[in-house]
């Protein structure tokens, strides 16, 4: 599922989240959630917004089309909040796919974006595209960060790591960056055995970097056509993505995974989970 909003980031968002369909053999759900539009009249006449929100996804399904016209797409539009819109969907979604404007500015960030509300809160992964790309990235390995959560989150963003890099033909860069203070009991995302039992076919490169600045850990993974992290716990009272997460959106020129923590996939959808008011 692919969100817009009319703007190029989110046009841009649709291209990759087409090619990633065609890579996985998945139809792609064209969602615009539209918190202008107003009440049908008396007489069923729909609201006259209602033009607007087709136009947006219109242009969007045209985009996709030209993009791979062998992919199966289908538009919805959704009357209230995006965030809220989105995080409903997102149960019955593989992938959240959306754009983000993210100019590295420094106060860019104060009121968070859609992206940034609903990486924080999806059920299943999210992948943020930038406006800003970083030029050709063929055969670039997939980057996967772990030492962010627990030991089954590092399993989870490594998994889903090593598949995209697989379905894409390229290698895999996997970094560790949990301090070692932090210490967790071992897992298979630790032997170099269990990578080449797991994926025989795939070029894996793994080394350590203990807890890295944000201009570190970006420049021990990128450019890449995609870094894959875990989304952390965020904050416990807003429960948002925490500081470091956003400055990497900020940052990052590159397409970002943001997996869901493991408790966070467990747990059913509940209503106070997905309203932000």
Same mark, same amino acid.
């Given at each position: 599922m692919v969100g817009v909003d009319g703007s190029e980031c989110g046009l841009g968002a649709v291209r990759w989240a087409v090619r990633e369909a065609a890579r996985r053999g998945a139809p792609l759900r064209i969602l615009h959630a539209a918190p202008y539009l107003g009440r /049908?009249?008396?007489?069923?006449?729909?609201?006259?917004?209602? !033009?607007?929100?087709?136009?947006?996804?219109?242009? %969007?399904?045209?985009?996709?089309? !030209?993009?791979?016209?062998?992919? *199966?797409?289908?538009?919805?539009?959704? *009357?209230?909040? *995006?965030?809220s819109s989105l995080l409903r969907a997102a149960a019955s979604a593989r992938l959240v796919v959306l754009g983000s404007s993210a100019t590295g500015a420094a106060d860019e960030?104060?009121?968070?974006?859609?992206?940034? !509300?609903? $990486? %924080?809160?999806?059920?299943?992964?999210? @992948?943020? @595209?930038?406006?800003?790309?970083?030029?050709?990235?063929?055969?670039?390995?997939?980057?996967?960060?772990?030492?962010?959560?627990?030991?089954?989150?590092?399993?989870?963003?490594?998994?889903? %790591?090593?598949? %995209?890099?697989g379905r894409s033909g390229v290698g895999l860069v996997v970094l560790q960056t949990r301090p070692p203070k932090r210490a967790v009991a071992g897992g298979w995302v630790d032997s170099d055995e269990e990578w080449?039992?797991?994926?025989?076919?795939?070029?894996? /490169?793994?080394?350590?970097?203990?807890?890295?600045?944000?201009?570190?850990?970006?420049? $021990?993974?990128?450019?890449?056509?995609l870094l894959v992290i875990s989304a952390g716990s965020g904050s416990l009272l807003h429960r948002d993505l925490d500081g470091p997460h956003r400055w990497l959106l900020r940052h990052c020129t590159s397409?970002?995974?943001?997996?869901?923590? /493991? !408790?966070?996939?467990?747990?059913? *959808?509940?209503?106070?989970?997905?309203?932000i008011g």
């Open positions: /049908s009249a008396a007489d069923g006449t729909p609201p006259p917004e209602l !033009h607007r929100a087709r136009r947006i996804t219109a242009q %969007a399904y045209t985009v996709a089309r !030209h993009t791979d016209a062998g992919v *199966p797409a289908t538009t919805e539009v959704v *009357p209230g909040d *995006p965030t960030f104060v009121r968070a974006p859609v992206a940034v !509300h609903v $990486a %924080a809160r999806s059920p299943q992964p999210v @992948v943020v @595209v930038p406006r800003r790309r970083t030029g050709d990235v063929v055969d670039r390995p997939v980057a996967a960060v772990l030492g962010v959560g627990d030991r089954d989150d590092d399993e989870a963003v490594a998994t889903i %790591a090593a598949e %995209a890099a080449q039992r797991r994926y025989p076919e795939l070029r894996v /490169s793994r080394t350590d970097l203990p807890a890295p600045r944000g201009d570190q850990l970006l420049g $021990a993974t990128c450019p890449a056509p397409p970002m995974v943001l997996v869901p923590p /493991s !408790h966070r996939r467990d747990e059913e *959808p509940r209503e106070e989970i997905i309203a």
